[in-house]
């Protein structure tokens, strides 16, 4: 026996003998037991997943059709719940209110239009229906001028001469002086709209004729009426009582706001615009399907560029992407002695998506989009691990390599996007999205596919 | 413990009951401390190894074949998880070389009685890469070409590593004899900071 030899054996049977076990701790035990109550806790929320986003995307659905469900009935349920509030008014009679509910997108096509004028003597009139003459409105808004006169005077006032009507000028100019509580008034003054029109537009067919005849300075979009409904709504406009000249006053104001609001709308969705978008998403990655999941990360910057309904989009995100997959699905040149059976892979990469969405619907404020497009996949860092039947079989535990494999648009996106605007800068992003590979993935040749909810705050530039 | 006992603590295992999870774990865990100790360089390594093998155990438990010793059966899943550590942490196996170590001669004699814990200070004081190699041939009775294969490495590779783990081995029983084991205490400092400052990186990510 050789000096090698004897040393080895030295150690072997010292090392080896029986009697010399380490000391139990109860520290051990708990970090091991932490490791088990993870691995529980794990498993529940990959188990979860699937229903957890099966539940997101419905709640997804359903929101976004609350926000863009047709707007004529929200215009409609608008105008009533504004009249509703306005008892407090003591001029408002009930046949104003009634015909307000009826009069549905007309009252919101008048909103902001030169027709209320004619549409405010009704208002005024509590005994009066909605179809009083224009004459009597006239000298009804006179009347009532009279009696406001003193009031704070009217800044709108000055904006009606704009409208093209002339009856509608000359009672604006008697009422320059009006109280605070047009606002309120405005509300009742819409359902009229139909027969002031009618004698000032004799053309009018219908509500949007209306609103081309008085309006031709704006372009009449939903959006816009939507908007000044609204405005017309606040509580706090009925203080004053309402009247003829009161909801004279009204209808300028709301005019004033409109265009700013049309613009706005208007840029939003015309115009050429930039983001920035940090996005955060927390993923599903499996093999070939979703039945073997595991959970990844991903984290990035994506930069949009948009015109009107289609946005493209680009970036990097970087994604920490484990997987495991039985062993049939991995690719190797290496000439196992004893195949593993399952592979597990924890990658690092570089996702470069190239994405092109279009807007279904959108407001100022929310907007749902699809989009699809490429990924590129650089990947960073490969780790796998290959795990045997049998535990303790002398094979190779695994493998890895860094930036060896790269797949430029080897992978299609598919997204939904909900985008929610905080403000007129910030928007917050909810977009549930798959990834499907088009060429195998990586060193093992995976057909890896990724499901995931990403959570982006975008920077809206332009 | 009785072969029945432990039968019945593996039933219990195999139904993720956490008490009998403990009661394996108390029972073998002296043993697989053994095996994880020679291939860490300290007791806390060697608890990180021996809770990742624990770990693997007890989810495949499922897959032990009771038809064999499990202390068998365990002692491999110990040693894969020592080499799976040794794999994680393969920047730091080879931190020491042959050439900055001090000429032995053969003709010392190095077969002095040591005890365990002598013997298991000398094994954990070699850096990573030659302890992987020296346990795995030395002790426990992998070939060059097997221990190639498990640690991704060729086998002629391997037999380099036996060669200069022995040659510290020597080295330091040779120091513990003559009582020079300063000038090596202050080698394996300064490959132990190098250890532990890789060590904080990866737990720092």
Redesign the interface.
Known sequence: MN??D???K???E????PG??????EA??E???K??DE?GKKRGIIVLLPYISAVAAVLLVFFAWMFFKPEGNNEQNKASVAVNKAPANATMNEATQQSTTQSGQRVAANAGGSTQASTQPTVDQPKADHNTQPASAQSNLRNASQVIAGNRAAIAANKYPRKGNNNLNRTVSANQKEPDAVIAASKPEKENTQNMVKEDQPVKIGNEEVIAANKPDQNNTKTAFSDQTFVVNKPETVKGGANADSATKATPQIAKQNPKTQIKTTTASSGTHFALTVLAAPDMNGVGSFAETQTGANFGLLFSVGRGRFTLSTGAMYAKTPYSTDFSNYHTGYNF?TKPQYVSADCRILDIPLDLSYRLFGNAKNQFSVGAGLSSYLMLKENY?YEY????T??????AVSNRNRHYFGVADLNVLYQHRLSSKFSLDLQPYVQLPLTNIGYGKVKLQSAGLAVGFSWNIK | MSEQELQNIIQGCVKQD?AS??ML??AF???A??IC??YAAN?YE??EI??TG???????IK?Y?ETRPFK??LG??MT?AS??YY?TNLKVAYTDDIDTALDVS?NDS??Q????DD??AM?QQLPQGYRTV?NL???DG?THD?IG??L?INAGTSKSNLHKA?HK??QMILGKQKGETGHLDGQMTIHKIMTDNYLRDILRR
């Open positions: 000096q090698d004897e040393l080895s030295m150690f072997r010292g090392l080896t003998e010399h076990h380490a000391e139990y701790r051990d035990w970090a091991l037991e490791m088990l691995r002695y691990f039947a049998d535990p303790s002398p094979g190779p535990k695994g493998y | 956490r999870q403990k774990y108390k865990y002296g043993f401390m053994g100790l020679r007791r060697a608890a021996l809770n624990f770990f693997k155990a007890l989810i495949n897959k074949d068998a059966w491999r899943i894969n080499i799976d794999r053969v190095v077969t009685k040591l005890n365990y013997l298991l094994v020296f041939y030395a002790i992998y097997e294969e498990m991704g022995r081995l020597q």
